[in-house]
């Protein structure tokens, strides 16, 4: 596992031609692009969490039927920092930094204070997102890069406080069929009110551009949802909308403010200062896409912990929700680096499982039903919402599966009716050692996996033309830990999970995190539709991706 997440990935900046097996289907011609950790020391200091590492970007470009691979790293403010420094001196998730080498009280109290509202890392390493015709490396703080898809060049520094007053957004966001972006925000304690953001960012500005100025200038508060604590706000990193609701979940896995500012003074991270809450609720708040309003139904369930929603619908006068839910919230206890060592066979179990849950809401609450009845009619799920007293709904959800993380759905079906998960398939630890096709009406699932192989997140891209939601391939980056074999990107089929190809390259491959595939310009939008009465949403659901 050292060579994993210990060692520091050499950058590959000219294009390596990959060996290919197998045969990529001719109309897959793009670039996937992804996102994660890759270095994690700098001169004599290192990082604590696997989470910390510097962004290392990767891109695999497929051209009939070759395919390209080459990477390097975000030249992030905290990149350079850090390199000029040759020690790690901005804080990151699970490392508090300091920029000052005196280490006696009295300075640390100095350079306290100037952080007192501190400025987060630009370590933009979970994921890609699309913003018109750009490309983003996002995190979870204010700050997002831009992005050259093509060479992998850093570009603008952009403060989501510029446009929205947010000091923490997820790397989750989701795009409409026009790509316009949606996304969800935190702002702590701005004029005396810590509320959850939900902003918009055009997919283009009025009157088209060139090198004109970002969509980001356009962005919009959508509608925002007063957090439950004014110091305690709930930690998210995704969030599900429907045709017509957003989905927000306001769990009991909590950041601490006070602590958060004090952490500085106190030398400890910022991870330190979130905790699991076991005693408390999980809100389900619903926001009609309509209205910009949370409906009145206080919706809720009992204490959970999610990172990743899968997909949401509506159906029936219901709401239905996927999640992969945790009982607890040890999971990102698991990626301490002082964990992923030789030993991580027993310090990175599972205590509890990834599961995937589905969530179902009355939309219409019925003021005469009983308190205690089920309000949830549908029989294709077990899932149940428990009518309470002052329009209070406790929601039981139906377990689908277990040992499920980063899911990826065919994208022209979010907010619709779906059937298939593609996710990275866990067993006793987070890391992911199978690919899963969960087929959520035959309850059944396909797998694929090798000795010695690390998947990570399976990614979906349809057919041109498809009209069946699995009529596509999947693509996943795969490590190994066998010496004798190089790492590769791997192409299944997606609806037989049968391996069509594999293209290896002989370099040190990052494990990645989140990413998205983008298809050349030429890709015929028509072909691409999944069903041809809608070539813009087919647009949007090709070009647009689940992260
Ligand atoms: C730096 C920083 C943060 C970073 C969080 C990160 C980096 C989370 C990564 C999550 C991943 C990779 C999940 C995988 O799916 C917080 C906690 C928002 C708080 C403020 C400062
Ligand atoms: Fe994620």
Known sequence: MEIIFGRN????????????????????????????P????????????????????????????????RSKYLRSDTYTANI??????????????????????????????SHTIPDFTDNCLINIMRCGEDFYATTETNYIRKVNPQTLETLEKVDYRKY????????????????????????????????????KIPASVPGGRMEGPSPLKDAEVFCSIAARSLLSPSYYHSFGVTENYIVFLEQPFKLDILKMATAYLRGVSWASCLAFHGEDKTHIH?????????????????????????????????????????????????????????????????????????????LHLDKNAEVGSNLIKLSSTTARALKEKDDQVYCQPELLHEGLELPRI??????????????????????????????????????????????????????????????????????????????FLLVLDARTFTELARASVDVEMHLDIHGLFIPDAGWDLGKQAPSREEPARAAAGRAAPRT
């Open 410 to 487: 065919n994208y022209a079906h979010n907010g619709k009716p779906y059937r298939y998960v593609f996710a990275a398939g866990v067993q006793w630890s987070p890391i992911p050692t199978k690919i899963i096709k969960y087929d959520i009406l035959t309850k059944s699932s396909l797998k694929w996996g090798e000795a010695h192989c690390w998947p990570a997140e399976p990614l979906f891209v349809p057919t041109p033309g498809a009209k069946d939601e699995d009529d596509g391939i999947i693509l996943s980056a795969i490590v190994s830990t066998d010496p004798q074999k190089s790492p």
């Open 38 to 69: 890759g270095m994690h020391t700098v001169g004599e200091t290192r990082y604590n969490h696997w989470f910390d590492g510097l962004a290392l970007l990767h891109s695999f470009t497929i051209r009939d039927g070759e395919v390209y691979y």
């Open 9 to 36: 990935k050499k950058e590959q900046l000219e294009p390596v031609r990959a060996r290919v097996t197998g045969k990529i289907p001719a109309w897959l011609q793009g670039i996937l692009l992804r996102n994660g």
């Open 164 to 199: 929205v007053a947010v000091n923490l957004a997820t790397s989750h966001p989701h795009y409409d069929a026009a790509g316009n972006v949606l996304n969800v925000g935190t702002s702590i304690v701005d004029k005396g009110k810590t509320k959850y953001v939900i902003f």
């Open 84 to 113: 000029e420094a040759n020690r790690i001196v901005v804080s990151e998730f699970g490392t508090m930094a300091y920029p000052d080498p005196c280490k006696n009280i009295f300075s640390k109290a100095f350079s306290y204070l």
């Open 286 to 362: 619903v926001i009609d896409r309509r209205t910009r309003k949370p409906v009145p139904t206080k919706y809720y369930t009992g204490p959970m912990v999610v990172f990743h929603h899968v997909n949401a619908y509506e159906e029936d006068g219901c709401l239905l929700f996927d999640v992969i839910a945790y009982e607890d919230g040890s999971l990102y206890q698991l990626f301490y680096l002082a964990n992923l060592n030789e030993d991580f066979e027993e310090n990175s179990r599972l205590t509890s499982m990834p599961t995937l849950k589905r969530f179902v809401l009355p």
